[in-house]
T-cell receptor, first 112, second 112 residues
Framework: AQSVSQHNHHVILSEAASLELGCNYSYGGTVNLFWYVQYPGQHLQLLLKYFSGDPLVKGIKGFEAEFIKSKFSFNLRKPSVQWSDTAEYFCAVEGSNYKLTFGKGTLLTVNP | EPEVTQTPSHQVTQMGQEVILRCVPISNHLYFYWYRQILGQKVEFLVSFYNNEISEKSEIFDDQFSVERPDGSNFTLKIRSTKLEDSAMYFC??????????FGEGSRLTVL
């Protein structure tokens, strides 16, 4: 069975700081990986996804993630965060039946 | 842009009562899901549905839960006899099967 670990429960940054959120997964097959974001009071939205090809994936709003197969990792990065990036971020791995297994989430607070 | 819609946005019920949460998936999608998120915890998979039957369910999805696609557009989650621990945000999602799940805004269930 697949599982996802997100190392940081709550990250607090100032605007313009760089961001890296860790995600490690375990899954026996070919992986499809996702980062979803949940802004306060809103639904889950897709930030970016990795299926195959270039391991450096670019998503919306300046986010990117790097798939490192040898480390079973898919860390999310952004060079300069904004106050509007305050949200909860979920890493997910896709298994059978296109089912997603989510990590516990990382709450990002960006102070102006 | 097509979206997944859920009703009600918030339901308060007494323990032991039946609850039905409704979802209208994106119209050309074939895979449907229910997830839940207990306050402060991660998003958990409940059930996936394809071709008019359950394709996978988690251990959370016990005999108190059922899903139905009664009319080709709605996708419902029924909890027969609610318990306090069923209090959570329930998310419906749909997919065309190419990897990305589209989530609704969620239905918050409060069991008293």
């Amino acid at each position: 069975a697949q599982s996802v670990s997100q190392h940081n429960h709550h990250v607090i940054l100032s605007e313009a700081a760089s961001l890296e959120l860790g995600c490690n997964y375990s899954y026996g097959g070919t992986v499809n990986l996702f980062w979803y974001v949940q802004y306060p009071g809103q639904h889950l939205q897709l930030l970016l996804k990795y299926f195959s090809g270039d391991p450096l994936v670019k998503g919306i709003k300046g986010f990117e993630a790097e798939f490192i197969k040898s480390k079973f990792s898919f860390n999310l990065r952004k060079p300069s965060v904004q106050w509007s990036d305050t949200a909860e971020y979920f890493c997910a791995v896709e298994g059978s039946n296109y089912k997603l297994t989510f990590g516990k989430g990382t709450l990002l607070t960006v102070n102006p | 842009e097509p979206e997944v819609t859920q009703t009600p946005s918030h339901q308060v019920t007494q323990m032991g009562q039946e609850v039905i949460l409704r979802c209208v998936p994106i119209s050309n999608h074939l895979y449907f899901y229910w997830y839940r998120q207990i306050l402060g915890q991660k998003v958990e998979f409940l059930v996936s549905f394809y071709n008019n039957e359950i394709s996978e369910k988690s251990e959370i999805f016990d005999d108190q839960f059922s899903v139905e696609r009664p009319d080709g557009s709605n996708f419902t989650l029924k909890i027969r006899s609610t318990k306090l621990e069923d209090s959570a945000m329930y998310f419906c999602a749909s997919s065309s099967g190419v990897g990305e799940l589209f989530f609704g805004e969620g239905s918050r269930l409060t069991v008293l």
